[in-house]
């Protein structure tokens, strides 16, 4: 499975208008080879840098449909999205099953609802730093 952006390149800097220093609007995302016994997908954005423990997920999505294959950017903030599955309050992951986690889960309740279910991982790799070193 392979993870995508037309916005975010591996290992290169994220554009700054997906960042909380330009629009901060989603990226689009999308995958390929997904494996065919897929019942869900969840999307993670995850900054292991982040000065804090564990690092900070910045956006996440759960319960996505099997059927679906993008993300499209500029992806609403509220929760449920239309055919783009659930939004967490950020790696994909194929699963074998829904996660069954109300709207606005957190992080830490979608890792742990991930626990046996997943079938196949992937990620994408951007880099950031705010400009004003913080």
Known sequence: MRLLS???QEGEPIPQRFTCEGENISPEFYWED???ETKSFVLILHDPDALRDNG???WLLYDIPPGVTRIRQ???KQAPVADSGLQGKND???LRKQLDLPPGATAMEVKMALEGKV???TE????FAKSNGQ
């Open 6 to 8: 037309s916005a975010i």
């Open 34 to 36: 997904a494996p065919k």
């Open 56 to 58: 900070f997920t910045h």
């Open 74 to 76: 500029d992806l609403p």
């Open 92 to 94: 994909l992951y194929a």
């Open 119 to 121: 079938i196949e991982q």
């Open 124 to 127: 994408l790799m951007g880099t």
